[in-house]
């Protein structure tokens, strides 16, 4: 009898199990990173297990059930699997006596009809036959916060879905304080402050058929409109997706302006960085190579905004007149920018500016995993294995946890 794993416990799992011909192999179990999923009945007759605990060179297979399979794939051969044994369910193009591939083909026809229907309501707005906001490039925003030192506050669909009171960052939960914070920072007039809008209710044609495709993804179902009402059309927003240049761009020398001008604004700057746990911002790379000097304070990678007071007291304990305060909290961060961008002291939120820097120096196609960082894109690479580092540990100046 043929020895099985299935790779990936999410939604997908269930249309591998029944692709899979049971009287024609062995399913040992499902496998997973997430540690909230490990030691958990899958159904009736299967457990999840952490990879480590079914993984070796033993089994016949491994089926990846996951649809994004590239970085799956990569951790089975590091654990000793030889790519022979490696099934790419999504990207199958070989027949195996135990899997029906018809299953496949109906849903992926399924899916292409629905992207195609998706693409089709969403149409109107990236031809401009509808009106969408006003939303400014991510040059003349860096330029603006050049020239006048303002600071920034950005507003992606984490921060817009939890302004609705609906999660979506897996590092956040829905606090209805951090809501109405996000509302009042979103409807501020304040000049120190600039509003950054993720740049998807017009033309997508500068990213990737990937890239599009996700917005097009995100805004059905109503949350377009939903979100529509929040927004004032007559203002001007600036773009948001100024801390992810790279990836979801066709054009990928435009990341290269964009790292330059970032690089412009902290040169000779003195820096105190707020950041998650795990995140090792601006380590192994030269990201910050210009700037006068580094400061840490290290926040929790979940939940941040739960100890909101304690990081925004610590920031205002450990700033001088110039410093520049760099933040990567996730929501938090929007808030965070803003209320100390209205005292006069100049706050950016960068979000996963770093992780996008690693992928453009290394030249990647899609989003990887980074050795010693979190990846928050990549559910694989939330928990990361940790690299000691000097330079880092005498950067931090306070710790602050849950």
């Not at 997973?32 to 999840?48: A, E, Y």
């Not at 506050?153 to 009171?165: A, N, V, W």
């Not at 927003?237 to 001008?261: C, G, H, Q, S, W």
């Amino acid at each position: 009898m043929i020895n099985i794993v299935v790779w990936g416990a999410g939604n997908n799992c269930k249309i591998v199990l029944e692709a899979i011909k049971k009287d024609k192999c062995n399913i040992l179990g499902i496998v997973d990173s997430d540690r909230k999923r490990q030691n958990q009945p899958f159904d009736d007759n299967l457990m999840i297990y952490a990879p480590e605990k079914l993984i070796n060179d033993t089994i016949d297979y491994v089926v990846i059930s996951v649809y994004w399979y590239e970085e799956i794939s990569q951790k089975c051969q590091e654990m000793g699997i030889s790519k022979d044994k490696i099934i790419e369910y999504w990207k199958l193009d070989k027949e195996y006596e135990f899997i029906d591939i018809n299953t496949r083909k109906i849903y992926d026809l399924e899916k292409e009809l629905e992207k195609c229907r998706r693409h089709l309501s969403n149409i109107p707005y990236e031809l401009g036959m509808r009106p969408g906001p006003q939303i400014w490039s991510a040059e003349k925003l860096l330029e603006l916060i050049i020239k006048e030192k303002k600071s920034l506050t950005r507003f992606g669909d984490g921060e817009l879905e939890i302004m609705q009171r609906r999660e979506r960052p897996w590092f956040q939960r829905v606090d209805i304080r951090l809501a109405e914070r996000l509302e009042e920072v979103f409807h501020s007039e304040d000049g120190r402050v600039v509003i950054a809008l993720a740049d998807d209710f017009g033309s997508l044609e500068k990213y990737t058929e990937k890239a599009a495709d996700a917005i097009r993804l995100y805004l059905d179902n109503g949350t377009r409109e939903a979100v529509m009402k929040v927004i004032d059309m007559n203002r001007i927003y600036y773009d948001a997706y100024v801390t992810r240049p790279y990836i979801m761009y066709r054009n990928k020398k435009y990341a290269e302006r964009i790292f330059k001008l970032f690089k412009e604004i902290w040169k000779k700057r003195d820096i105190l960085l707020v950041e998650g746990s795990n995140s090792y911002i601006g380590i192994r790379n030269d990201l910050f190579n210009g700037a006068g000097s580094i400061r840490r304070i290290i926040a929790p990678s979940r939940n941040a905004y739960s100890v909101y007071p304690q990081i925004l007291s610590s920031v205002k304990s450990n700033i001088t007149e110039d410093t520049l305060v760099l933040v990567s909290l996730g929501p938090t961060a929007s808030v965070l920018a803003y209320d100390l961008g209205i005292e006069g002291i100049q706050t950016l939120d960068i979000g996963q500016l770093d992780n996008e820097y690693e992928w453009f120096l290394k030249g990647a196609g899609d989003r990887v995993a980074i050795e010693g960082k979190c990846v928050a894109e990549l559910r694989e690479c939330h928990e990361v294995e940790l690299i000691a580092d000097e330079e880092y540990e005498q950067q931090i100046i306070e710790r602050i946890e849950t």
